[in-house]
């Protein structure tokens, strides 16, 4: 039986990979899932077992690296092994940096997206080894390409990147595969609850949110990706178009990453009163 564990799990496109991870494999598979939120992994586990698969639900906040050891620690004491990480857990943020007086969570986003995703790996990783698994993070094409009052969010999925690309040669000899995944926009609540200016809940999205992709559909393109152990799954025509161009004509998607914001979202932030 694969084992996987899943950060992220209670929401968005976490829930939605654990959903579709628990159809595919059925009794073949045991989910071990992760979020801050226990009634909301619960409905979710829910779901999961009525398709026949194992579900374990561990409460985690992965900005604390002793919840992120609890967490490998639990699946493996349940489950006896560990083939799968799924480092999904994120948060969202969308503020001019000119606006933003207190860069207290600028340090909060990061040890969710990049610490969160480093503590978890570095739990798993003797485990993984061991089952030759794979490991998949999910970053952003805002990962890729810098987007306008997305510097906090930007600086954690570069991060990312810098991290699991490195691993990834690291762990060639060991048969351990690692997957970036680049969504663009994928229809969530991620932007809503994500940081604005004062370091409060936004709200509302940053972003021009048509034509966003659905959870399901991103949700199967990372675990297509994970299977394949693909070295990337980069989500979206513009996403793989900005990545190329970026090297040849770089204004050019400087342009396209002003074009991407929602100018008629709302008033500026009040941060600076
Ligand atoms: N949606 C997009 O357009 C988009 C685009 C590019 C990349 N991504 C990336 O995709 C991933 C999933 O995003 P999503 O859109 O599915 O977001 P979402 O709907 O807001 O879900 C985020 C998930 O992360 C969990 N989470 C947040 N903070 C956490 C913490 N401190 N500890 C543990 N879990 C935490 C949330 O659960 P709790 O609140 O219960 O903890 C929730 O399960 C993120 O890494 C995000 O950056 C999303």
Known sequence: ??????????????????????????????????????????????????????????????????????????????????DVLINNAGMSAHAPFEEVRDLGWYETLMRINFWGAVWCTHAALPHLQASRGRIAAVSSLAGLVGVPGRTAYSATKFAMNGFFESLRVELIPHGVSVTLAYPGVVATGI????????????GRSGLDERGAMSPAACARLILDGVEQRRREVVMTTKGKLGRWLKLVAPRVVDRMALAALNRDAAPPSKARR
């Open 1 to 82: 039986m694969k084992v996987v564990v899943l950060t992220g799990a209670s929401d968005g496109i976490g829930a939605e990979m654990a959903r579709q991870l628990a159809r595919r494999e059925q009794a073949g598979v045991a989910l071990v899932l992760a979020a801050r939120s226990a009634d909301k992994l619960e409905a979710v586990a829910a779901d999961c077992r009525a398709c026949g698969a194992q579900a374990l639900v561990q409460p985690t906040d992965v900005s604390r690296q002793d919840d992120c050891r609890a967490l490998v620690d639990a699946a493996v004491d349940a489950f006896g092994r560990l």
């Open 191 to 202: 932007r809503y609850r994500g940081f604005n200016a004062a370091g409060e809940p936004a």
